[in-house]
């Protein structure tokens, strides 16, 4: 009986934590809610925005509660912090909305995705810029993408009420329910209830709902729709700034590094609770809170982040009536026509473009060389995008899973001693390694099409970045087979008909003669009959049905095509580099190819190849040059480490990219799709 007690209390205690960490997700959940109703798209710098109010809320409390003493001296510090949150926060979301939403809109659905993916880049950074000023930089740290350095954990003092609360019990197991858990629950209970007062009480609450419920009609009722969206903007930023103020002093030293998937996991609640239904995203964000406790208890706190991304891509399949039918379901992101009368000798251009830059990297040194390789490897992900995204219309936001799949199949199946070491020599031959290798990351990418049946435009992109970011979990988890966050290291050389490929000049003629294969590949691809019925969804998915075009086929093989050149991706860089790790898995990855891919033109063979070879020149070749001549001036340029710009260089070029691609098409309403 004392046995069963213990367990009852342990439950209790479980789910009462569940219901705190549930109330701290409650207030991003509500901000999402309110405006993914309003926009049908989602705001992927949200998560990184409440991250870095969270850095400015402990950064404040620490500075003025260090010299402040006393009650009121404290609660004043504390009230301070709630204020400037708040203030930056709606100033920060009111910035979102107006670089990353107003400039596409009625112009492309998709562009403001990609577009808030490059902003959250440059939040990133200004959390890094506060880690530096905070002084808790490590000397010397530097992980550049697709490492992630930590952005700033500061420490401060317990402010808010610590006492248990709850009753005793006869058990022996104490259950423990503190002040400051019951505060919380207050606050995300109240600021919900007073929203959904807001939106049904109020003037403007009405109209929102107005425009949520029918954008077009709106205006013509005489409601300011732009005036609505900016409000709602920003109250949401409002209400991270509540999320990040109570974040902060309930863990009085928050971990601040998890950007997109804490707005994945709110967005989870969202749907969950109905989109702009605030109530309902507070009970289903109670409910996830308890998931995710219940998860930590009786099975493994590792694996409850896989367990919330299943159940987010689980919701989008039982839920994809909340995207708009009609001629909106795909993006014009290419120039069609650019594409449409491709003479012979123009498909074989791109393939020896890369076979002469292959020859002539024989003539650089060796570090350079190593630079050409980098480049290649990224030049031959965005080839992998390009199919998806450039041929066909569809974001898909798992490259980076699809990569590590692929750098994950070579490694295990020819590291030394290791469970799945192939012993055969035929079969430790390299290219049966890139055939294994894609087939590996062409699954992902078949079940990836799959999810076309039910879903389409952002929910689309939303599952394919959930999936993917389950990936690197599996490799860290999986560590007896994959040696968890250590990866693999000493992989044997790429053997290719007898010989062993050692040096670096022979690893970059393989890289170069595999890119060239695949653009070849590209090139034909664009001019055959399946490229012409990509084409056709990618402009009007309804009309190409129409014509006889299999829809769900057709986006099928769109996905496993490119997720097996990423595949092959992966496979080249653990055969260059002989060592791999989790990290490769990580979605910055994904977000460097898309500014890649978006640079050289969207739909572009060429564009791709030299994409890379800008970005990868930039980052490797002109950022380290001109960080030594800074270095050289001194003063105030001897202070600032343009080696720390990486993310603010990366999301700079993806959104000016997208602007300039965006602002040369049409208007939604003037184009084809759009009748």
């Known amino acids: ?47 990184d925005l409440f991250a870095l109010l969270t850095v400015l809320v402990t950064a404040t409390v ?5 010299s402040t003493a006393g ?108 002040g400051k858990d019951l505060l919380v629950l207050l606050v995300a209970i109240g600021v919900s209830g007073l929203v959904t007062l807001l939106l049904r009480s109020t003037r403007w609450g009405r109209a929102l709902r107005a425009c949520a419920a ?9 409601i300011n729709r732009q005036r609505v969206i900016s409000g709602v903007f920003a109250l949401g930023g409002a209400l991270a700034g509540v999320a990040a103020w109570m974040h902060g002093l309930y863990y009085t030293h928050p971990a601040t590094n998890y950007g997109v998937q804490s707005g994945l996991i709110a967005f989870a609640a969202a749907i969950l609770g109905g989109i702009g239904q605030p109530l309902g995203a507070l009970l289903s964000s109670l409910l996830i809170g308890v998931i995710m406790a219940l998860g930590d ?27 708009s039918a009609g001629a909106e379901l795909v993006e014009q992101l290419a120039d069609i026509r650019r594409r449409s009368n491709l003479r012979a000798y123009a498909l074989a251009a791109p393939a020896l473009l890369v076979l002469l830059l292959g020859l002539g990297g024989l003539l650089l040194r060796a570090p350079l060389q190593l630079t050409l390789i980098s480049a290649l490897i990224y030049g031959l992900l965005a080839l992998g995008m390009t199919v998806p995204l450039g041929f066909a219309g569809l974001l898909d936001l798992s490259f980076a899973a699809y990569f590590a799949l692929g750098a994950y199949t070579t490694g295990l199946l020819t590291q030394p001693y290791g469970r799945l070491e192939l012993h055969s020599a035929l079969l430790r031959q390299y290219p049966f390694l890139l055939l294994v290798s894609a087939l590996v990351a062409a699954l992902l990418g078949v079940w990836h099409g799959l999810l076309t049946r039910r879903l389409r435009g952002e929910y689309l992109a939303i599952a394919t970045l959930a999936s993917g970011l389950i990936v690197p979990r599996l490799l860290v988890n999986s560590s007896r087979l994959t040696n968890g966050a250590g990866g693999l290291s000493a992989l044997p050389p790429p053997r290719l008909f007898g010989l062993v490929l050692t040096s670096p000049s022979s690893r970059m003629l393989l890289a170069a003669g595999l890119v060239a294969l695949v653009a070849l590949a ?53 055969a260059t580099w002989s060592y791999i790790y989790p990290d490769l898995a990580a979605v910055q990855l994904t977000t460097t190819v898309l500014a890649i891919v978006v640079v050289g033109g969207t739909g572009s063979v060429v564009g791709a190849i030299g994409g ?38 990366f999301g700079l070029i993806l959104y000016l990219a997208v602007l300039w691609r965006t602002r040369r098409t049409r208007p939604l309403a003037q184009s084809g799709r759009a009748k």
């Open 612 to 649: 890379a070879l800008l970005v990868v020149g930039v980052d490797q070749v002109l950022i380290p040059r001109l960080g030594a001549w800074m270095q050289l001036q001194g003063g105030l340029l001897n202070w600032l480490d343009v080696r720390d710009l990486n993310f603010l260089t």
């Open 522 to 574: 590209c090139m034909f691809l664009t001019a055959s009959r399946q490229g012409r019925a990509w084409a056709a969804l990618n402009i009007d998915e309804q009309a190409a049905e129409s014509c006889g075009v299999p829809v769900v086929s057709t986006r099928l093989l769109a996905f496993s095509l490119g997720a097996a050149i990423a595949g092959m991706a992966g496979s080249l860089f653990a």
């Open 214 to 222: 029918d954008p077009d009609m709106a205006p013509l009722c005489g």
């Open 62 to 66: 620490q500075a003025l509660v260090r």
């Open 297 to 323: 208890y009786f099975w493994a706190a590792q694996w409850t982040p896989v367990l919330l991304l299943v159940l987010l891509i689980a919701l989008l399949l039982l839920r994809p009536q909340g995207l």
């Open 1 to 47: 009986m004392v046995c069963g007690n213990n367990c009852g209390a342990a439950l209790v205690q479980v789910v009462l934590i569940g219901l705190s960490n549930g109330a701290l997700l409650a207030l991003n959940a509500v901000a999402i809610s309110l405006i993914y109703s309003l926009i049908r798209t989602l705001n992927l710098a949200h998560g």
């Open 71 to 178: 009650l009121w001296a404290i609660s004043g510090s504390i009230a301070l912090a709630l204020a400037l949150a708040v203030l930056a926060g709606a100033g920060g979301s009111l910035l979102i909305e107006r670089t990353a939403f107003r400039p596409f809109r009625e112009r492309s659905r998709l562009a403001p995705l990609i577009a808030t993916i490059a902003l959250s880049f440059a939040l990133y950074q200004l959390a890094l810029f506060l880690r530096t000023l905070t002084n808790v930089v490590i000397p010397g740290e530097h992980r550049s993408v697709p490492g992630v350095p930590e952005v700033a954990r500061i420490r401060i003092p317990e402010l808010l009420p610590t006492g248990n609360i709850w009753p005793r019990s006869g058990g022996d197991f104490a259950i423990i329910y503190r």
